[in-house]
Structure formats: C-alpha cells, structure tokens
C-alpha cells in the first residue's frame, strides 16, 4: 500500500485556527469525531480505526500533526518522528505535568468547525500515545461530549517518578471537565495494556481520583494484544487482535462514540 492509497477514500483539506494551519483528512457521514494519531504519525492502522468510526455512522476527521501522512509503521520511522515531535515545543508540551499542549487550542477549534458541519449532540474525540490525553483537555470546548484517551503517554516520564500521576492538564481543565461529567452527564474512556510503562499505574489511578466514576477505565493483558514488533502498548492500533477483549474494547469506543454523538 502506497502511502496516498492509504487515505484514498478521504478528502483532504487544510484546517487554520492561530498561527497553525494543519491538513485534515474527512470521511463519511453523521456526527463527527476526530481521531488524533499516534506515534509516528496518521498511518494505515490509525486509518483502520478511523474506516471503522466512519462506517458505523460518523464522519471522521483526522488531523495530521506530524509524520508522514499513510505511511507504515517500522521502528526506525517511529523513532526519528519521536525526536522531531519532541523538538516541536511550541506545539507540545511533553514534561509539562500540569499543562496541556498549545496544539490543544486548534483541535478544540476543529471540533467546533466539525460541530458546525455535521451536528449532532456533539463531537467525540481519541487520542492515541503522545496525543493519548488531549481529548480530555478539549473538554473545555463545549462542543466536545465523547472524550477517549488511548494509551496517554503524555507527560513522559523519562526517569522521573513525579510525572507517573501527571496527566498533562491544569487544575482549571480538570475542574471544567468535572464539572461538565456531572452537568451534561457525559463520561470519558480510558484504554492502556496494563505492562505499558509509558502509561503508569499511577497515571490510571490518578483519572479515578480526579473523576471517579465518570472515568471508565479498559486495561488489558498482554495475552490480549496482536503479535507486533513492540510491546503492548497502541491498544486500537497496533496491538488490536480481532476477537477478544481487545476488538471488545475497539467496540466500546465505536459505541460509546455513537450514544454520545448521537449518530
């Protein structure tokens, strides 16, 4: 698969809110959600799961925030998008353990355009690794109903214990998305293999904490993720197996991304 064929089936478009302008690619019909990649960039499984939201009743928006757009996944593209990625700090705070990344601000302002475009009850959102936390932080965008968080790798920890509980948000976007959970009552996912030492247990523990049980957490075995050159670690991607509790837990997502939208 060529790297275009990937995204055949989409239609692309640029996408500018401040001083970023982003290409996006858009497919199907229904609410939107937007499905925000993970490391090293939009590539073909990402799309897998973006064909799936897209065929069960949604219109899927993927944005592209680095890397090359449909391009396979091998360790050595993964590892120099990761040295770029981190060198992008204008756009990503990847220490900050009580801070959301700025590339927050345009995603927000692409669910409201999304919003806008599709209708429905509102716009759901998944982030994947480095981008796992970001759907959370969009929460402060009122069109924002269906936040997922996919392996939140985001802040790294790197050596430093202090950030195993950090989730990547200020205390004024934990309180708004409390608050939201109880007034809208809305919720929000969690995905993570339970090994995954780039999503701490302290990280899980520290969603309860913070929004108990409106946080629903999925963790999985390492029996339960798809033979790949890694560990467990991309759960709707990489590591996906099509039977068992992975595919149950791909399925939740679709179908908590439809009750909310109402798609």
Known sequence: MGYEAALAEYQAFDFTDGPWTR????RGAGPAVIVIHEMPGLHPLVIRFADRVAAAGMTVYCPSL????????SIPYALGTM???ICMRREFFVWAKDRSSPVVDWLKALARQAHADCGGKGVGAVGMCFTGGFALAMMTE???VAPVLSQPSLPMVAGDKGRAGAI???????ACARGRFEAEDLSVIGLRFKSDKLVPDARFDRYRAEFGDRFEAIELDDADAAPAPIAPHSVLT???REDGPSKAAEQRV???????TGA
């Not at 290409?23 to 858009?26: A, L, N």
């Not at 990547?168 to 934990?174: Q, V």
């Not at 679709?254 to 909310?260: D, G, P, S, V, Y």
């Open 83 to 85: 040295a770029s990625a």
């Open 23 to 26: 290409r996006v690619y858009k």
């Open 168 to 174: 990547g948000l200020t205390r004024e976007e934990i």
């Open 142 to 144: 009122p069109a924002m």
């Open 238 to 240: 990489l590591h996906l």
């Open 66 to 73: 680095f890397g090359e757009d449909g391009r396979p996944v």
């Open 254 to 260: 679709i179908e908590f991304f439809r009750a909310r």
